[in-house]
């Protein structure tokens, strides 16, 4: 059974920094692809950066040259280092392993992330 389980979040000033992390078991990272979506009060869930099982990645706009994703296959975590956090960022952030062929999407059950003075 795949299960992933985020971590990190927590109350942050504007400006400041989070890693988050999401401890991912029932499958082997390194030949899965994982992305990072984040849904804000009354919005949509959107996505904020994915990973590629060559390390390919790709960003929202919004987020771009502040989030980082990046995966350590020895621990079979990704993780999502938010740097320069705005107000906008606040959300609860979702780890997901993308459908891939005939194995569905997994999501994990979230963490909050609150942007704050």
């Known amino acids: 059974q795949v299960q992933l389980v985020e971590s990190g979040g927590g109350l942050v000033q504007p400006g400041g920094s989070l890693r988050l992390s999401c401890a991912v078991s029932?499958?082997?990272?390194?030949?899965?692809?994982m992305a990072w979506y984040r849904q804000a009060p009354g919005k949509q869930r959107e996505l904020v950066a994915g990973?590629?099982?060559?390390?390919?990645?790709n960003y929202a706009d919004s987020v771009k040259g502040r989030f980082t994703i990046s995966r350590d296959n020895a621990k079979n975590t990704v993780y999502l280092q938010m740097n320069s956090l705005k107000p906008e960022d606040t959300a609860i952030y979702y780890c997901?392993?993308?459908?891939?062929?005939?194995?569905?999407?997994?999501w994990g059950q979230g963490t909050q992330v609150t942007v704050s003075s």
């Open positions: 029932g499958i082997m990272l390194s030949v899965n692809p």
């Open positions: 990973i590629q099982t060559g390390a390919t990645t």
């Open positions: 997901k392993r993308p459908r891939v062929g005939t194995r569905v999407a997994v």
